[in-house]
């Protein structure tokens, strides 16, 4: 019980993800399937966010008292790791941009078929 209560932020994410993974699987609705989209994609962020996290009072990798030589010695237990918050920025990017295209799809298939139902959207295909 104890593993479960000190990882409680790995079972929102997995919490997020099913519930986003649900929409896009079983929802029939087009909106409905990219807001399911966006919350797993937002779930794997927090996800990859929480990992850089360190305990003890670890701070931004800002060197403000650095000589111009580098010859300043480093302590890196004292700084957060920022490859996963820059991967994370990456990432943002990627999934307003997908956002932005799955919206305009969306807005065109509803222009030709007047419904979002993906079904009857197939019926109409066939």
Not at 55 to 77: E, F, N, Q, R
Request: no cysteine; glycine share 4%; charged share 15%.
């Amino acid at each position: 019980m104890d593993f479960i209560i000190a990882k409680y932020n790995y079972w929102i994410y997995i919490a997020l993800m099913m519930i986003g993974f649900y929409a896009m699987i079983a929802k029939n609705n087009f909106i409905k399937k990219i807001i399911g989209m966006n919350i797993f994609q937002t779930a794997i962020i927090l996800f990859f966010i929480s990992i850089a996290f360190k305990k003890g009072g670890a701070t931004l990798p800002i060197l403000t008292d650095a000589d111009a030589h580098g010859h300043h010695a480093i302590t890196v237990a004292e700084y957060i790791n920022p490859l996963p918050h820059v991967l994370m920025l990456t990432a943002i990017v990627v999934m307003v941009a997908t956002l932005g295209v799955a919206l305009a799809i969306v807005i065109m298939m509803y222009r030709k078929y007047h419904t979002l139902e993906e079904d009857e959207i197939l019926k109409e295909i066939e």
